[in-house]
């Protein structure tokens, strides 16, 4: 099935660093979706992005929603160590209730 | 606490044999879907209902993936004759809402997923 292109595909970086990754897909998307993934648990909703262009930001995560609407970035400020885990961009479109999903950024942070 | 379980956690099984995985939902909660996750991707589409009703199954890899909730609350992935390559984590997600509305997510809550290993 298709799955979007997300880079990088892992970061180590030090704590108190900004991080960006980005998603990027063939088709064209009515809602972007930003997910973490802790070890052991399922994904976890972190930001939607429903209008292309928006910036919204969540606490220290900030996200766009790509003008073309086949692109999203996502980037968290001043990482500490709870940020450690996988971060995976979503798509969806409007009247339809599936979600595609890019390979994840690993992302890992040193005290 | 209320959020999807997913039941066995693990399955270890000998390749032919037959394995029932179960989802629990959010109580109250419409929408169910399963998804598969490789190790090292994300999750990949299956199946989902809108209360008992399959709405759409085009991801189920062959007819030896089937999935049923027959009452509407939960739901269970049944894969027969199991193959090495259908090791994975197989994981459960719910919404309080069908579909998607313009300006709008629904916002899909996941469980902690199956894993699956086929021997």
């Known amino acids: 099935g298709q799955q979007l292109n997300q880079s990088p595909q892992s970061m180590f970086i030090q704590e108190g660093e900004d991080v960006s990754m980005n998603c990027t897909s063939s088709s064209i998307f009515n809602t972007w979706l930003w997910y973490k993934q802790d070890p052991g648990e399922g994904p976890v909703l972190l930001i939607a992005l429903y209008k292309a262009g928006e910036l919204t930001s969540n606490g220290r995560l900030t996200a766009q929603f790509g003008i073309t609407r086949k692109d999203s970035f996502l980037n968290i400020s001043a990482s500490i160590p709870s940020d450690v885990g996988i971060y995976f961009c979503?798509?969806?479109?409007?009247?339809?209730?599936?979600?595609?999903f890019g390979k994840g950024t690993m992302l890992l942070v040193s005290p | 606490g209320a959020g999807v379980s997913q039941s066995p956690r693990y399955k270890v099984t000998k390749r032919g044999q037959d394995v029932a995985l179960r989802c629990d939902p959010i109580?109250?909660?419409?929408?169910l879907y399963w998804y598969r996750q490789a190790l090292g991707q994300g999750p990949e589409f299956l199946t989902y209902f809108n209360y008992e009703a399959q709405q759409d199954k085009s991801g189920l890899p062959n007819d030896r993936f089937s999935a049923e909730r027959p009452e509407g609350s939960i739901s269970t992935l049944t894969i027969q004759r199991t193959e090495q390559r259908d090791s994975a984590m197989y994981r459960c997600?719910?919404?309080?809402?069908?579909?998607?509305?313009?300006?709008?997510?629904?916002?899909?809550?996941f469980g902690p997923g199956t894993r699956l290993t086929v021997l």
């Open positions: 979503a798509g969806q479109n409007s009247g339809y209730s599936t979600l595609t």
């Open positions: 997600a719910s919404s309080f809402e069908p579909g998607q509305l313009h300006g709008s997510y629904n916002e899909q809550f």
């Open positions: 109580s109250g909660h419409v929408s």
